[in-house]
């Protein structure tokens, strides 16, 4: 249709045949060929003659008209091939907005579960002077450790099982990979509990405990999400390593393999590197328990 437009439009600048339904071929003379025209009668025409004026107007408005109806065609010519958008991933996940959403919940609450329970445990023993008793003959330090990081691991794994499966239900994940999934979720899991315990052994009591917890997690988990390219390459690159010392992002990059897709061993090996790193330090913490 659009290319019709620009062959009558050629026809009425520059004149030619038109083929029309019911009279058949119509000569049309074409605003250039009027021009031509009136130009002509105009140079036969006296200098002072009255015509002249009318005619001079009339050849000035056949030249703008014909001008712009020019331009229009390649006007028409690019409506009718329009600009192309050539999508191509790059890098990044595959996943979709919600199933992200679902993720990052799903994290996030593993995270503060964990932590919180973690942290606050092993605070409590030592501010109600429980600490002492136990690891004079009942217990270890290190089985104390083992302990606390298992129940605060256990606890966050239940919760976050229950949720991925509604939110799996919910969003028509992929259930079979259901298994993958729950692999993550138990070292994430233990991973955080780990995190926690280190954060309580350095810590006095409860609330100091759970400050602790939150302030460090809430900004670990906030540059976590921050995506590629939102930020100067540098500042992503610290973001990068910043991120790698905590398990928030590779939890999520573990989940988000479990999910939809991808490598899943490298972000497996990190949070249990993480869990050892913290379970090593929640061990040394103790020290200064007695």
Do not use: C
Not at 62 to 78: C, E, F, T, Y
Not at 115 to 132: D, I, V
Not at 187 to 207: C, D, K, L, N, P
Not at 211 to 233: E, Q, R, Y
């Amino acid at each position: 249709m659009l290319k019709e437009s620009a062959k009558y439009l050629n026809v009425i600048v520059a004149g030619g045949k038109v083929a029309l339904p019911i009279v058949g071929d119509v000569d049309i003379l074409g605003l250039r060929n009027a021009r031509s025209i009136i130009e002509a009668a105009i140079a036969g025409l006296p200098k002072n003659a009255p015509e002249r004026v009318a005619l001079e107007q009339v050849s000035r408005f056949a030249g703008l008209a014909a001008d712009n109806l020019d331009i229009s065609k390649p006007i028409l010519a690019s409506i009718s091939s329009p600009v192309r958008v050539k999508e191509e991933v790059i890098a990044g996940s595959k996943s979709s907005l919600s199933a992200f959403a679902a993720e990052a919940a799903v994290v996030g609450s593993m995270m503060f579960v964990a932590l919180l329970l973690a942290a606050g445990m092993l605070a409590l023993e030592r501010e109600e002077n429980a600490f002492g008793r136990l690891v004079r003959g009942l217990v270890s330090r290190t089985e104390l450790v083992v302990e606390k990081v298992g129940l605060a691991a256990l606890a966050a794994f239940v919760l976050t099982t229950v949720m991925l499966g509604i939110l799996g239900a919910l969003l028509g994940l992929d259930f079979a990979r259901a298994p993958l999934w729950v692999v993550v979720l138990a070292v994430g899991s233990v991973a955080f509990g780990a995190m926690g315990v280190a954060i309580g052994g350095a810590t006095r009591e409860v609330r100091s405990a759970s400050l602790a917890a939150f302030v460090i997690s809430l900004p670990v988990a906030a540059l976590a999400l921050v995506p590629s390219g939102a930020v100067a390459d540098w500042i992503y690159d610290l973001i990068r390593v910043i991120s790698a010392a905590f398990p928030f992002r590779p939890a999520m990059d573990a989940l988000d393999a479990a999910i939809s897709g991808g490598e899943l061993l490298a972000p497996l090996l990190h949070l249990v590197a993480l869990a050892l790193v913290f379970g090593v330090l929640a061990r040394l913490s103790l020290r200064r328990f007695a």
